[in-house]
């Protein structure tokens, strides 16, 4: 199991990274708050969780370990895969991921595409007494935001690789930067429009 991968982000999307370490190039899987909170920093430090399958090996990798150990026990839920994990850390930021589930806040994983009712109830029910234990420190993530190059398309091919239909996207979007405010970031723009597909 890789723990962290120290290297250069050789390129970066909402949705997944391009580490180089060694001379090899990982393709990680990330949500929309560590793209976030990563900025512009070519050199980082990422903490990754595999997950392997018969037809493939994907790497899942966060900018704080607090959020790498949410997407570990979101995976513990039964219903709960990697890419509903992640959408669930696009959508909350660690932070609210962990109050929503101390008080009970099913309406908040309700919102989630992908999470039914069922599993909203589901993710309560195991993890609440595994939050309480999670320590305090480094949970909190500070959400900056940095001009990125073509806005719409970065946040499109975000939305589409979370698993949005690229038609249902692109009007999503359309919508939110008609109506928000000029200058609006990716990561912006991708929870607006998480919000209007809830």
């Not at 009970?104 to 999470?115: H, I, L, R």
Request: proline share 2%; hydrophobic share 40%.
């Amino acid at each position: 199991m890789i723990g962290y991968l120290k290297g250069e982000i050789t390129h970066k999307t909402p949705a997944f990274l391009y580490i180089e370490v060694g001379g090899v190039g990982y393709h990680v899987n990330t949500s929309v708050n560590s793209f976030s909170d990563l900025g512009e920093k070519k050199r980082v430090k990422v903490y990754t969780h595999m997950i392997v399958k018969e037809d493939s090996d994907t790497i899942y990798g966060f900018s704080t370990m607090a959020e790498r150990d949410l997407f570990v026990l979101l995976l513990s839920v039964k219903g709960v895969g990697g890419n509903t994990a992640r959408v669930i850390l696009s959508y909350m930021n660690p932070n609210e991921v962990k109050r929503a589930i101390m008080h009970e806040n099913v309406s908040a994983f309700k919102s989630v595409k992908g999470v039914g009712p069922k599993t909203a109830k589901q993710i309560l029910l195991d993890l609440k007494e595994k939050v309480t234990k999670l320590a305090d420190n480094n949970i909190d993530l500070e959400i900056t935001g940095e001009s990125v190059h073509n806005t719409r398309d970065e946040a499109a091919a975000a939305l589409q690789a979370l698993g949005f239909q690229k038609a249902l996207v692109e009007k999503k979007i359309a919508f939110v930067l008609q109506n928000g405010d000029d200058g609006m970031e990716v990561e912006q723009i991708i929870k607006e429009v998480l919000k209007q597909l809830s």
